[in-house]
């Protein structure tokens, strides 16, 4: 008899642990049911041709715009580096709170009435679904692979963040004067190891650079460091020491190649032709030197990282599931409608 409860008080522990299981194995796929996260093609039942749409915009804004795709490359490093991927740049100022791309670090952002085409487009296809944080990441896609970088997988299911974060811009997002180990700190703290931070700078191959932020390395002595033959063009290009913002003066960033993302970059500042000072720091570092030169001899292993290193930042702590909202236009939150 004995032996026969301690049986069935076995059996029943057993019974017990494994209806814990499933309750907790239920929850478990309840949460992951109600809370998708980010995925490949979230959009596949609920907008189909969401990404198709995407692509095409960007190809005709492309086509009578060429520095859109300048502008789509820098939006997902200054929204998805600060905190959050969640669209919080597009936002537009308040009376209580100024917007991120008003920020000094924003400078030079701009044509973000051409995201508003994008989501215009997605609107008359679905309305309310695509959120504008997926549209910024998507865009940033097309317009890397439309100036002859790599066409880079991602995944949606991003929602729109509720206010900008202007108070935190400086913690996450690096300045171009900052030392590199300042620079590779915080983008260690989102994920992106040294590598990864080296092919996106990789991303200064192409668009420019204004004047009022290299100036410092021209007036009043210019910076030894860089190559004398490069100095005159910068002289022509930025004759003031204090330029005036409006005006928009601006170096190329690669005269060569300056509207092909390429490993071109890299040639540059290991020849002392980097404009920022950022950029000649990863060419003389020893923790980035060795990755430069690699990068410089091989575009396919710099395609390589910068592909792994925008699929990280594209992924930074995303809102899904029920945080956030969908705007109805990216540069409002739908409680300021």
């Known amino acids: 008899k004995k032996?026969?409860?301690k049986k069935m008080g076995g059996k029943g522990v057993m019974m017990v642990a494994i209806l814990c299981l499933w309750a907790l194995s239920a929850t478990s796929e309840a949460v992951t049911e109600a809370e998708p996260g980010l995925m490949m093609n979230f959009y596949k039942d609920t907008c189909p041709q969401a990404e198709d749409i995407v692509?095409?915009?960007?190809?005709?804004?492309y086509k009578r715009h060429k520095n859109t795709a300048f502008s789509w490359l820098r939006n997902i490093f200054h929204d998805c580096a600060v905190e959050s991927c969640d669209a919080s740049l597009l936002l537009d100022s308040t009376r209580r709170e100024l917007g991120e791309k008003e920020h000094d670090r924003s400078f030079g952002l701009r044509n973000f009435r051409y995201i508003e085409e994008i989501k215009e487009a997605l609107e008359r296809e679905c309305p309310g679904v695509v959120s504008c944080s997926d549209i910024l990441v998507l865009s940033a896609r097309e317009g890397i692979e439309a100036v002859g970088g790599p066409y880079i997988p991602l995944k949606t299911g991003r929602r729109d963040g509720l206010k900008s974060r202007t108070d935190m811009l400086e913690s996450?997002?690096?300045?171009h004067n900052e030392s590199i180990s300042v620079v590779l700190e915080k983008f260690k703290s989102i994920g992106i190891d040294?590598?990864?931070l080296v092919a996106l700078l990789g991303s200064h191959s192409v668009g420019r650079t204004h004047c009022v932020k290299l100036v410092h390395r021209l007036y009043p002595e210019v910076d030894p460091s860089l190559n004398p033959d490069h100095v005159p063009h910068m002289l022509h290009k930025c004759p003031d020491s204090i330029p005036d913002p409006k005006a928009v003066q601006y170096v190329r960033n690669d005269r060569g190649t300056p509207m092909v993302l390429?490993?071109?970059y890299y040639r540059n500042i290991l020849d002392n032709k980097g404009l920022l000072l950022v950029d000649h720091q990863l060419a003389h570092d020893k923790r980035t030197?060795?990755?430069v030169k690699k990068m410089a001899k091989d575009q396919a292993y710099f395609f390589k990282e910068f592909t792994r290193a925008i699929q990280i930042l594209s992924e930074n702590n995303p809102l899904t599931g029920s945080k956030g909202e969908i705007r109805k236009q990216c540069n409002l939150a739908n409680k300021n409608h």
Do not use: F, M, S
Request: charged residues 40%; aromatic residues 4%.
């Open 194 to 196: 040294t590598p990864g």
């Open 3 to 5: 032996d026969r409860e």
């Open 55 to 61: 692509r095409e915009q960007v190809k005709l804004l």
């Open 172 to 175: 996450y997002l690096p300045d």
């Open 289 to 291: 030197r060795p990755i």
């Open 262 to 264: 390429d490993n071109n």
